[in-house]
């Protein structure tokens, strides 16, 4: 199994508080992905890194920002939580963008009162 | 955009039998990688197979294999021998070749049951 590890894998807060989920590897792969699950609509990408620094938007960033300091952190902050932001939210990696095979962490559950 | 439709929310099979979960997507490219990925009670995702679009030959693994067809945009699982293990939700998966996001785009899912 890839080294893979999330961090914390359950969280409940509340409205308006920040959160930040993290996200570690330790395969050395340069593509680090971040995730959300819900009901009905698969998993959609909130964010993703190409590399230590370098980040960019997914499908579903409003609300979301990110930060890679180094090649295996990946961290997911929820400057001020909502409601809406209550998921299963899931870390993945990948070697090589091209075959772009991901490998999945065990996701967190966040609930936002 | 790429869009991956997969459009049995659930289904069920008996062990020991076969079953097709069916996927269908959309896009211009010609270079591109499909996946189906199982997702256990346990909330892992676990890549069953992978098909790379220029390869005409479909991908198996063990007692999962797919119908890959291109010119109908139709990717398919078939699990054989069903087991009760295999209970689990199951996405197709879509990867642009060197896209610029590179992230997978998935389908809503299909429930499967096995039944003792």
């Known amino acids: 199994d890839a080294g893979i590890t999330q961090s914390p894998r359950h969280k409940v807060t509340e409205t308006g508080t920040p959160v930040t989920l993290r996200c570690h590897q330790t395969?050395?792969?340069?593509?680090m992905y971040w995730y959300r699950q819900d009901p009905g609509h698969g998993l959609r990408l909130i964010h993703y890194?190409?590399?230590?620094?370098?980040?960019d938007k997914g499908e579903v960033s409003d609300g979301y920002s990110v930060s890679r300091s180094k090649t295996e952190d990946f961290l997911l902050t929820l400057e001020s939580a909502t409601s809406s932001q209550t998921s299963v939210y899931f870390c993945?990696?990948?070697?090589?963008?091209?075959?772009?095979?991901?490998?999945f962490g065990p996701g967190t559950r966040l609930t936002v009162l | 955009a790429q869009t991956v439709t997969q459009s049995q929310p659930e289904m069920s099979v008996q062990e020991a039998e076969t079953v097709t979960l069916s996927c269908t997507y959309d896009?211009?490219?010609?270079?591109?990688?499909l996946f189906w990925y199982k997702q256990p009670p346990s909330r892992q995702m676990i890549l069953v197979i992978r098909?790379?679009?220029?390869?005409?030959q479909n991908a198996t693994e063990n007692r999962f294999s797919v119908n890959f067809q291109k010119a109908a945009k139709s990717f398919s699982l078939k699990i054989s021998d069903s087991q009760l293990g295999d209970t689990a939700m199951y996405f197709c998966?879509?990867?642009?070749?060197?896209?610029?996001?590179?992230?997978?785009?998935f389908g809503k899912g299909t429930k499967l049951s096995v039944k003792p």
């Open positions: 395969e050395n792969h340069r593509y």
């Open positions: 098909q790379e679009a220029y390869k005409q």
């Open positions: 896009t211009s490219e010609n270079n591109y990688y």
């Open positions: 890194s190409y590399g230590v620094k370098d980040t």
């Open positions: 998966a879509f990867s642009n070749y060197g896209g610029s996001q590179g992230n997978l785009i």
């Open positions: 993945a990696i990948s070697e090589s963008r091209a075959y772009n095979e991901q490998f």
